[in-house]
């Protein structure tokens, strides 16, 4: 077990300031969709997909909705780039119960690479303030794993990743970050403001009660666009260095599997010979 030299005391806590929380998600295909690839070979055919909030965003809200509970003063937002799907995304956190939402959609926010959008989102949480940002470990469309800590670099944050359990200290001003890694766990502690990027494990995401998702239907969203967020055309753009996508494919098919015949000393010989030879196992 790896622990960091910071030694506040991390029990049960009680904070004399209003936590800002930011929590920021993205809307993805519903992993049961069955993604189809346009001709042009560089994009996916979204007619017919089911969007969702990202699985791993979840945990982040969950975990942002934990910490008001114990600390009813704290504020939510929620915060997502995108489309219509985006929108939705933020009804559903805010369903969840999250205090506030903001869309930020334009043109201009299309197609950006995963620095693009940590730029436009850090451009946003700055102009809101916080305390706290959390985010999904990873999107489970492109499985990036990038915006979460390019948004604390951009934002000269100090960051914890992956994280599985998350701990405040007495006053509320430095976090404990359990993370999982080969053989043990690592624990990482920081003061805030800093980012958190939740994994799977640090908290089961609860479901959105039927109160909560007629009064997020009746909620009105904001929208902010490239103006209001004052960004130049460069900087709505995503800035220089931008990542492009050649091209995509689906998978090779997987062959078949075979049906080995014979008695079981028949089967184990040739199945020994398939792996060596076939498979190159060993």
């Known amino acids: 077990m790896l622990k960091s030299s910071l030694a506040p005391i991390f029990f049960s806590w009680e904070v004399n300031f209003r936590l800002k929380l930011m929590v920021c998600i993205k809307s993805v295909p519903d992993t049961a969709s069955s993604i189809r690839i346009k001709p042009d070979s560089a994009s996916v055919d979204g007619e017919g997909l089911t969007f969702v909030m990202n699985p791993y965003d979840e945990y982040a809200v969950e975990e942002a909705l934990r910490i008001k509970e114990k600390q009813a003063s704290a504020e939510i937002t929620a915060i997502s780039l995108g489309g219509i799907a985006a929108k939705e995304a933020l009804r559903t956190a805010l369903s969840m119960g999250v205090d506030q939402a903001i869309h930020l959609t334009d043109p201009s926010f299309d197609e950006l690479d995963s620095q693009g959008i940590a730029r436009i989102l850090a451009k946003a949480v700055s102009s809101l303030g916080f305390d706290l940002i959390l985010c999904g470990k990873q999107a ?28 405040f200290d007495g006053q509320g001003r430095h976090l404990r970050g359990h993370r999982q890694i080969e053989g043990g766990t690592e624990i990482v502690e920081c003061p805030i403001p800093c980012v958190i990027t939740a994994q ?83």
């Open 200 to 282: 799977k494990g640090l908290n089961e995401p609860r479901y959105p009660s039927l109160k909560g998702i007629l009064m997020a239907k009746k909620r009105e969203i904001p929208e902010w666009n490239s103006s209001q967020l004052k960004l130049g055309e460069e900087e709505a753009a995503g800035g220089p260095g931008k990542v492009n996508i050649i091209s995509l494919k689906n998978p090779p098919l997987r062959s078949p599997g075979r049906i080995l015949q014979g008695d079981s000393e028949q089967k184990v010989k040739e199945l020994v010979q398939l792996l060596r030879e076939e498979a190159k196992v060993f």
């Open 140 to 167: 489970v469309d492109l499985d990036s794993a990038q915006v979460g800590p390019a948004l604390a670099e951009i934002l000269d944050l100090p960051q914890i990743g992956v994280v599985t359990k998350l701990e």
